[in-house]
């Protein structure tokens, strides 16, 4: 079992940057996967990044590339997601996963077995 808490969401204007942060009680295996989805109301969570656990290999969706950060720290068991350039189309809900073994990749949010409650990240003028 693992239990993830989001926290750094809150309201900028288009341009500026947020740190989000994710907090993992419980053990993250070498062989899974953490990841960031953002969901805005009325749609299906969207995937942001993710990062595997062993090798620290990273995964960006497109409209986030060159933006946004992922990284992971094994000694705290936590997963940052660095967002730069913020644009009024990043507002959404944003949510931590952990995947313990991915069967349908790391972009898939099916692959995902554990979720955070998510932290509303606002961007507008």
């Known amino acids: 079992q693992v239990q993830l808490v989001e926290s750094g969401g809150g309201l900028v204007q288009p341009g500026a940057s947020l740190r989000l942060s994710c907090a993992a009680s419980g053990t993250i295996y070498s062989r899974n996967v953490v990841g960031w989805f953002r969901q805005e109301p009325g749609k299906e969570p969207e995937f942001v990044a993710a990062v595997t656990w062993r090798n620290n290999k990273k995964y960006y969706a497109e409209s986030v590339e060159g933006r946004f950060t992922i990284t992971r720290d094994a000694a705290q068991n936590t997963i940052d997601l660095q967002m730069n350039s913020l644009k009024p189309e990043d507002t959404a809900v944003y949510f931590c996963?952990?995947?313990?073994?991915?069967?349908?990749?790391?972009?898939?949010?099916?692959?995902?077995?554990?979720w955070g409650q998510g932290t509303q990240v606002t961007v507008s003028s």
């Open positions: 996963a952990v995947a313990t073994e991915a069967p349908w990749g790391p972009t898939s949010r099916r692959s995902y077995d554990y």
